[in-house]
Structures are given as structure tokens and as C-alpha cells.
């Protein structure tokens, strides 16, 4: 009779329960227990998408994963071939959980309730007699000649261990993977809101546009989309897209830099064509009579008095030179950014183990045969709309099915 696996999973959050629920689905010849830091398993998943867990997406908008995945999308593209959303998505409904796809494509369970996902695994764990023990931090792995591993602070010993520790945290257990031989990329965080010190912006606190190009000076960091003036500086997809891309540079930078925002994501052509329009038309009406399309008037008068325009002018007194000081506020205004801010409480982690460390097949480790990695623990990190929860689900996917074969 073949003798069972032993599994370690450290960590129970999203990846190490799914991962743990797919081995027992996988194979009746293992053992596993999961080792929870925390006081509760899955309490982050609980948290998702405001407690409605936004469970994936499906990507019906995306043409290249690069798009969402800023780290990680040429290892998910291949992973994605047996297991992506519409996998996760029948994963999910054959365990009994009913999804719908809202129209800007975030996928959520019919019970709008992340406590519905979160008991699902739960209950297939009991029913599989998986172990959970929580309070129970791993700081370091230990890799024993006969090919076994110990976890520090735990008597057993285990045939496999599976990582799932998550994002940004425990610095002792990344030394103790850094020892074995793994890179880590330095963990810094991802999807926040860039904090301007500037009153006459900040006092527009809720000010929007639905299309905007936000800049790092300097750099060819550029974003798009919709973009949110808050109490504390600028949010809206447009910023936590180019947090996401910029995670790395921005953290280098201390949060540190100038921002330069195009508030109509239009060329500079098309932009004087309009203006030159509305002077026309309106030529002897208040400067802040009419304004550009998608600009409020709040915002319109934000950004003629930012031109250095009194707001008594008409359109007619602009003149030439006035009219390019106005292009210039609306299609590259500068601010400095003096810090980060968070978006709602979610945030994720740019960096940890580093993908040349893992099998793009397997996830298993180069350096330690027998050890494993899943969610966010590993360098790979998504924008928001569900496309985070996905990489868990695959990663974990991929490595309860390397696990189970025979
Ligand atoms: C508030 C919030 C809302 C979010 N909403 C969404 C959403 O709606 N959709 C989406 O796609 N993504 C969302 N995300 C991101 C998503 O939650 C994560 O990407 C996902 O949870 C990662 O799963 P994971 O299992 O890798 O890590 P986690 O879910 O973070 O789980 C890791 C677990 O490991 C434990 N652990 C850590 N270190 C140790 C250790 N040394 N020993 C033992 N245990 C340890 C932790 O306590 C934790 O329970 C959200 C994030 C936040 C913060």
C-alpha cells in the first residue's frame, strides 16, 4: 500500500484553502494541515470586494493579460491553458456557488457575500479532514536529507510544503526561503492613491473625470481611464493603474515625484480644435460659461484660474497667448506627490518570490524539490477587478495538481 503524502500549507488564505480543497478532490492519498498565523482561516478573503468578493473577472475586456498583471502575466498566460476563469468560475458553481458578471465585467457570487466562498472551502476542508491550525506563524522551513521538511516551531515532519503566505509580512519566513535559494523581490505595495499637498486641488474633493492620462515625469510611466480628486490627492482607476505599474518606482522614489495629467486624455490637436470652438461660439460670454467636454465647472475653474486666467475674462479677451496657457493646464497640469494613500482597504503586494525561482509548470521550487508556491507570495500582482483572486485560484490550482499526481 503506497504511503500518504504528508502536506504542509502555510498559510490559509485564498490560495492555501483552494490548494488544500483541490489536493483532497485530486487524491486520496493525502494528509494535509494548513498552518494559519492568524486567528481565523480566510479572514482577508472574508474582506473581499467590500464582503462581496469580487471572486475573478471575466476578462471579456482584456486583450493581453500584461494589461491587468503588471508582474506575473507571461507565467499565468501559460497556467491560464488549464485553469483560468471560466474554470474558476464552473469550479465554483459545481461546489454550489451561483455567480453573475456585472457589466464592467467583476464576477461576484449571486449571494453577494464573501462569507458564502469563504464557508464553501471551509466545509470541503472539514469534509476532507484537512487540519487547521491557527495561531500558528511559520518563520522558517527546514529541508532534511531524506527529502522531507520540517517547519520551525512544528514537531512533524511533511513530504511537501506549499507557501501561501500572501503579500507584504513575514520577513523571517522570506529570509528563511531567501536561504534555500530562492530570489525575492523586494515587497512593496501596489493599487494606492498618490497623496498631493495642494489646497485650491484638494478642496475640489470629489471633482471627476471619465477619461485622464496621468504621467510620471520623467519617466514613460503613463495611465488612463478615470481619474478622482479626493481629499488627499488623486484616486480613480487611472492612479491605481499607474500604482500598479509604478509600484516598483514609486517605492524607490519614497512616493516622492511629480505627476503631470492630461485632464481630457486628448491630443493636444484636437483639445486647441475644441477650445478654438468654444471661443468662436461664445466669444463674448464669461470664460466660465461654457467649458470643454467631460470637465465639470468646478473643474473648468480650477483650471482657467491654474492657467493664471482671471475668471471675469471672456472668451474673446483670451487671445493666443492665454489659449496655450490653458492647453497647457489641460493636457499636462503638474503636481508633486509627497506620499500614498490607500484605495478603500484593499491593497496588494508587488514583489516576493521571484518566478525564476519556481517551475512555470509546477510552481515547484528550483532550489528545493518538494516545495511549492501559490497566490500572492509569488512576484505576481493584478489590478483591481478580480483579476488578483484569479491568480490565486490558478496558482493554487497548479500546484494541488503537481501535488496529487500519483
Ligand atoms: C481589503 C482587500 C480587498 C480585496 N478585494 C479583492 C477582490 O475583491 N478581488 C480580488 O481579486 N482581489 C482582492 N484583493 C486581493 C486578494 O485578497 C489577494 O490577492 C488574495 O487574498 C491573495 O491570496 P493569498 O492566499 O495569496 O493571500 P492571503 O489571502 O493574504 O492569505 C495568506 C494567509 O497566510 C497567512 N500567513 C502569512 N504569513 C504566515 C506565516 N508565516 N505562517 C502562517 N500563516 C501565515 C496570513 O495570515 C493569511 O491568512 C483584496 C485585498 C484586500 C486587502
Not at 484537512?130 to 529541508?143: C, E, F, L, P
Not at 475674462?313 to 490653458?326: D, P, Q, S
Request: aromatic share 8%.
Amino acid at each position: 500500500m503506497p504511503q500518504r503524502k504528508r502536506i504542509a500549507i502555510i498559510g490559509a488564505g485564498a490560495a492555501g484553502c483552494f490548494c488544500a480543497a483541490n489536493i483532497m478532490e485530486m487524491s486520496d492519498e493525502c494528509d494535509i494541515t494548513i498552518f494559519e498565523a492568524g486567528a481565523k482561516p480566510m479572514h482577508k478573503l472574508s474582506l473581499t470586494g467590500g464582503g462581496r468578493c469580487n471572486i475573478t473577472n471575466s476578462f471579456s475586456e482584456v486583450a493581453s493579460l500584461a494589461d491587468v498583471y503588471p508582474r506575473g502575466h507571461r507565467l499565468l498566460k501559460g497556467l491560464f491553458y488549464v485553469f483560468d476563469h471560466d474554470s474558476a468560475c464552473s469550479w465554483f458553481d459545481s461546489h454550489g456557488i451561483r455567480l453573475y458578471t456585472q457589466d464592467d465585467n467583476r464576477v461576484f457570487p449571486v449571494s453577494d457575500d464573501a462569507f458564502e466562498v469563504v464557508n464553501t472551502l471551509l466545509g470541503i476542508l472539514r469534509g476532507h479532514g484537512v487540519r487547521i491550525i491557527t495561531n500558528a506563524k511559520i518563520n522558517g522551513i527546514t529541508r532534511h536529507d531524506d527529502g522531507t521538511f520540517s517547519l520551525d516551531g512544528t514537531a512533524e515532519s511533511f513530504d511537501r510544503v506549499v507557501v501561501t503566505t500572501g503579500g507584504i509580512g513575514n520577513s523571517q519566513l522570506m529570509q528563511s526561503l531567501g536561504s534555500l535559494g530562492h530570489k525575492i523581490a523586494e515587497p512593496v505595495p501596489s493599487l494606492f492613491s498618490l497623496k498631493v499637498n495642494d489646497s485650491d486641488l484638494t478642496s475640489l474633493m470629489g471633482a471627476s473625470v471619465p477619461m485622464a492620462s496621468v504621467l510620471i515625469n520623467g519617466t514613460k510611466l503613463r495611465a488612463e481611464g478615470a481619474l478622482l480628486v479626493t481629499h488627499f490627492g488623486f484616486s480613480g482607476p487611472a492612479v491605481l493603474r499607474l500604482s500598479s505599474f509604478a509600484a516598483r518606482t514609486l517605492a524607490e522614489r519614497n512616493y516622492n515625484c511629480d505627476i503631470s495629467i492630461n485632464w481630457t486624455g486628448r491630443a493636444e490637436q484636437s483639445m486647441r480644435d475644441e477650445l478654438e470652438a468654444l471661443a468662436k461660439r461664445y466669444a463674448a460670454r464669461n470664460i466660465l460659461s461654457a467649458h470643454p467636454e467631460n470637465l465639470t465647472n468646478r473643474l473648468w475653474a480650477h483650471l482657467v484660474g491654474r492657467a493664471g486666467i482671471a475668471h471675469e475674462r471672456t472668451f474673446a479677451e483670451l487671445g493666443k497667448k492665454n489659449m496655450n496657457k490653458l492647453l497647457t493646464v489641460l493636457l499636462s497640469d503638474n503636481y508633486h506627490v509627497s506620499g500614498r494613500g490607500q484605495y478603500k482597504e484593499e491593497f496588494v503586494t508587488c514583489g516576493g518570490v521571484e518566478l525564476g525561482s519556481v517551475s512555470n509548470k509546477t510552481l515547484e521550487s528550483k532550489a528545493v524539490p518538494g516545495l511549492f508556491f501559490a497566490g500572492e507570495v509569488l512576484d505576481i500582482d493584478a489590478l483591481t477587478g478580480g483579476f488578483n483572486l484569479q491568480a490565486a485560484w490558478t496558482t493554487a490550482y497548479t500546484v494541488a495538481s503537481g501535488i496529487a499526481q500519483p
